[in-house]
C-alpha cells in the first residue's frame, strides 16, 4: 500500500471505529426505530390501508424506510462526529498531517456512508425477513441508494463543517432534515394529497430520492426515473464540490 | 548548503476578527538545533506553530521545513513535523495504542512499523499498562506523556512541543527534558516554547523572544539578555513584558534595603 492509501485507510478506519464503539446508540438505535416503524405504518396501519398503487401498503412503504435509515444514519454521523473532532482540537491531528483535502473529506463522508449502509442493510434483511419484498430493477436501486447515501453523508459533512455547537447539528436533523423526508412521501403517495400539497410535494427533492429507491424494489415511480437519477448525481457531484472547496480553504477547520 | 529545519520568510497572519497575530516574523533553525521560542501570552506563538502545522493559513510570508514548502505543496513539509500542543486535543473514542497507531496511519506509516513504534514508544512513556485504555479516563500527567509520545511515531525530524511542561509534576517535567534532549542528541531539531526560563535556558542552543506578533530578540540566552542589557534570561524577559520592578536582583536590593 502507498503511503497516500495508508492515510485514507486509516482516517476511514477511524471514522467507521467511533460509531462501532457506540454502536448501541449508532446501529441498534436506529435499526430499532425502523423496525418500529414498519410494526407501525406498515403492520397495523397497512391492514386498515390495504393496496396503494397496487402494492401492499408495508411493501410500498418500505423503501422509504431504507432510504430514510441510510440517508438520516449518513448524515448524523458525518455532522456529530465532525463537530465532536472539532470541539474536542482531535481534528487537529488529521489537519496537520500530510493527508490532502480531498482525502480528509472522502475519509469523512465514508464514514457514515458505512453506517448509514450498515442501517439499511440491516433494515432491508429484518424487512424481507417479515415480507414479500421484492427488487425488481436492480440496476437503478443500486445507485440510486449509493447516490442517497454520499448525497446525505456529503450533506452531514457540510452542517459538520459549519457547526459551532451541537444545537447547529440538531436543528439541521430535527427542522430540516426529517420534514423532508417525512413530506417526502415515506409513508404516502402524493397523489393522494389535496391540492396545493401534491403540487408542493414536487418542489421536494427528497420525493424523487423516494421515487428511485421505490422503484428500485417494486417498480413503481411517480416521477420520470431518468431524470431523477439524473437531478440526483448532479446534485450529489454539486455538494461535493463545495465541500471540497471548504476543506481546501479550511474554511471553520483551520483558523 | 543543507537547507534549514525551519526557515520561516515574512510571515503574518490577520484572523477574521481583525487581530494580527503575526507581523513579518522571520526566523530560521538550523537542523539539529533546540530552539526556545518565548514571549508572553498572546504574543503569536502558538499562531506560528499553528501556521507551521497547517492548523492556521497565513495571511502572507512563506514556511519551509527541510527546504519544502509547508503552506501550498504541504505534503512533505507536514510528514517531517511532529507537534505536540498546548491543548490535550486527544480523541475521546480511541484508546492509547489507537491514538498512537492512527496517528501514524495518518502519515502513511505501515501497519507492521507503527505496530513496532507504538510498543516502543509506549514502553518509553510508561504506558504500557494504559495501552488498553481510553484517552478521557488518563490523567493530565498520563495525556501529557501520550502527546508527546504521539508526535514522535511518524519519527519526525522537527519536532514541535509547545508548552510541553505546563501543568506538570517536576518527576514528569524532568523526564520529559532527559527524553527532548536524547532525541536531539539523536538529531531531531525541537522548536519548544514555555514559560519555564529556566528550562528554556537549561535546554536551548538559541532562543527568540516574540511581543505582539514580531521576533524581537535572537540568540543564546547570553546574547538575548545582552541585547535588553541585562545579565539573565528572566530579566530579559521581565524588561520584554514591561516588569523589571520584579527582577530578583531588584527584590534582593530591596529586601537588603529593608534589612539594612
Known amino acids: ?255 | 548548503m543543507e537547507p534549514k529545519a525551519l526557515d520561516i520568510a515574512d510571515l503574518e497572519k490577520r484572523y477574521p476578527t481583525g487581530v494580527e497575530a503575526l507581523r513579518g516574523v522571520s526566523l530560521q533553525i538550523e537542523p539539529g538545533k533546540l530552539f526556545g521560542l518565548l514571549g508572553p501570552n498572546g504574543a503569536g506563538k502558538s499562531t506560528l506553530i499553528h501556521c507551521t502545522t497547517g492548523l492556521a493559513q497565513p495571511t502572507a510570508g512563506a514556511i519551509e521545513v527541510f527546504g519544502h514548502d509547508a503552506i501550498d505543496d504541504y505534503g512533505e513539509a507536514r510528514a517531517a513535523v511532529g507537534l505536540a500542543p498546548q491543548e490535550p486535543n486527544l480523541d475521546w473514542f480511541l484508546t492509547v495504542e489507537e491514538t498512537l497507531d492512527y496517528h501514524a496511519g495518518y502519515f502513511g506509516v505501515p501497519k507492521r512499523e507503527r505496530r513496532e513504534r507504538t510498543a516502543e514508544l509506549l514502553e518509553t512513556f510508561s504506558l504500557t499498562e494504559k495501552r488498553g485504555e481510553r484517552t478521557r479516563t488518563l490523567s493530565g500527567g498520563m495525556k501529557r506523556r501520550l502527546i508527546l509520545a504521539r508526535a514522535m511515531m511518524h519519527r519526525p525530524r522537527l519536532l514541535i512541543l509547545d508548552e510541553p511542561t505546563a501543568g506538570v509534576d517536576v518527576e514528569l517535567r524532568l523526564e520529559l527534558w532527559h527524553y527532548v534532549q536524547k532525541i536531539n542528541q539523536e538529531g531531531t531539531t525541537i522548536l519548544l516554547t514555555t514559560h519555564y526560563l529556566e528550562e528554556a535556558e537549561q535546554l536551548c542552543d538559541r532562543i527568540a523572544f516574540i511581543a505582539e506578533g514580531q521576533i524581537v530578540a535572537e540568540g543564546s540566552s547570553a546574547e538575548v539578555a545582552e541585547r535588553f542589557g541585562v545579565t539573565s534570561l528572566e530579566d530579559a524577559y521581565l524588561e520584554l513584558v514591561g516588569r523589571k520592578e520584579l527582577s530578583r536582583s531588584h527584590i534582593e536590593v530591596a529586601a537588603d534595603e529593608v534589612a539594612g
Open chain 1, 1 to 255: 500500500m502507498s503511503a497516500r492509501q495508508i492515510r485514507l485507510a486509516t482516517l476511514w478506519r477511524r471514522e467507521v471505529n467511533r460509531f462501532m464503539k457506540i454502536k448501541k446508540q449508532t446501529i441498534g438505535a436506529p435499526l430499532l426505530e425502523t423496525f418500529l416503524y414498519i410494526s407501525v405504518f406498515g403492520a397495523a396501519l397497512g391492514s386498515r390501508v390495504g393496496d396503494l398503487h397496487g402494492i401492499d401498503y408495508v411493501v410500498f412503504v418500505i423503501p422509504g424506510l431504507i432510504m430514510m435509515a441510510w440517508s438520516i444514519n449518513a448524515f448524523a454521523n458525518n455532522s456529530s462526529s465532525i463537530l465532536q473532532q472539532k470541539f474536542q482540537g482531535a481534528i487537529q491531528d488529521q489537519l496537520s498531517s500530510p493527508a490532502s483535502p480531498l482525502e480528509l473529506l472522502l475519509a469523512f463522508s465514508l464514514g457514515g456512508f458505512a453506517r448509514g449502509m450498515i442501517v439499511a442493510v440491516l433494515t432491508f434483511i429484518a424487512a424481507s425477513l417479515l415480507v414479500d419484498l421484492p427488487v425488481d430493477h436492480l440496476l437503478v436501486l443500486v445507485p440510486s441508494l449509493f447516490l442517497v447515501g454520499f448525497f446525505f453523508s456529503q450533506l452531514g459533512v457540510l452542517i459538520g463543517v459549519r457547526a459551532e455547537q451541537f444545537d447547529d447539528v440538531a436543528f439541521a436533523q430535527t427542522f430540516i432534515l426529517q420534514p423532508l423526508i417525512f413530506l417526502g412521501g415515506v409513508f404516502y403517495s402524493a397523489t393522494l394529497l389535496p391540492q396545493p400539497f401534491e403540487t408542493l410535494t414536487h418542489f421536494n427533492p427528497v420525493y424523487y430520492m423516494i421515487n428511485l429507491i421505490r422503484y428500485g424494489f417494486v417498480g413503481f415511480s411517480e416521477v420520470s426515473i431518468a431524470l431523477s437519477l439524473l437531478a440526483l448525481a448532479f446534485a450529489t457531484v454539486a455538494i461535493f464540490a463545495v465541500n471540497l472547496r471548504l476543506f481546501s480553504r479550511g474554511y471553520r477547520l483551520r483558523a
